[in-house]
Antibody
Framework: EVQLLQSGGGLVQPGGSLRLSCAAS????????MIWVRQAPGKGLEWVAT????????HYADSVKGRFTVARDNSRDTVSLQMNSLRVEDTALYYC??????????????WGPGTLVTVSS | DIQMTQSPSTLSASVGDRVTITCRAS??????LAWYQQKPGMAPKFLIY???TLQSGVPSRFSGGGSGTEFTLTISSLQPDDFATYYC?????????FGQGTRVE
């Protein structure tokens, strides 16, 4: 059974940093792209970032480029999202998700439960 | 970036109704389109990929169609479990984007 266990959310002040983690099990982690998607309260889904199966390629939404960094550790089956220079508009539920297709351009077939990030003074 | 526009934003329907949601892309995306279902307080569920291929375990009352810039998600006979919000998503390039969602109530 595919499982994605998320951790690391919380309350942070504007300009602060936070690191989200996602621990995967139940599939060949090193063969799957991993994706971060967020959802602001009461809003729709917004893609944030995708990292390739071996971690050598990462793509980011323009709204987070230069502030967020996605990384993975295939020896531990984990992926992380380092978020710096956080803004009020980054407040959202952040989902970790597994890529469905081979490669980086892919929809997501399994999703974690989400972790809440609140940016507020 | 490719913009995805869904219509309607909200759809009122009854059990047994045939329901169709439309998703339009701002430029051609071939058939690189996925659909998701999300219920309140839950993570999205992957329903359809490549515009019309049902993910394993998805009931056959769901179907997808279209190519290029216009796509549809149809529920042939709405069931109580289907009241939810539905999102389309293109994956034509690295910068995947979602539609704004259609709430079926």
């Amino acid at each position: 059974e595919v499982q994605l266990l998320q951790s690391g959310g919380g309350l942070v002040q504007p300009g602060g940093s936070l690191r989200l983690s996602c621990a995967a099990s139940g599939f060949t982690f090193s063969a799957s792209a991993m994706i971060w998607v967020r959802q602001a309260p009461g809003k729709g889904l917004e893609w944030v970032a995708t990292v390739s199966p071996n971690g050598d390629i990462a793509h980011y939404a323009d709204s987070v480029k230069g502030r967020f960094t996605v990384a993975r550790d295939n020896s531990r089956d984990t992926v992380s999202l380092q978020m710096n220079s956080l803004r009020v508009e980054d407040t959202a539920l952040y989902y970790c998700a597994k890529g469905f297709l081979l490669g980086v351009v892919t929809p997501a077939d399994y999703w974690g439960p989400g972790t809440l990030v609140t940016v507020s003074s | 970036d490719i913009q995805m526009t869904q219509s309607p934003s909200t759809l009122s329907a009854s059990v047994g109704d045939r329901v169709t949601i439309t998703c339009r892309a701002s430029q051609g995306i071939s058939r690189w389109l996925a659909w998701y279902q999300q219920k309140p307080g839950m993570a999205p569920k992957f329903l359809i990929y490549k515009a019309s291929t049902l993910q394993s375990g998805v009931p056959s009352r769901f179907s997808g169609g279209g190519s290029g810039t216009e796509f549809t998600l149809t529920i042939s006979s709405l069931q109580p479990d289907d009241f939810a919000t539905y999102y389309c998503q293109h994956y034509n390039n690295f910068y995947v984007t979602f539609g704004q969602g259609t709430r079926v109530e």
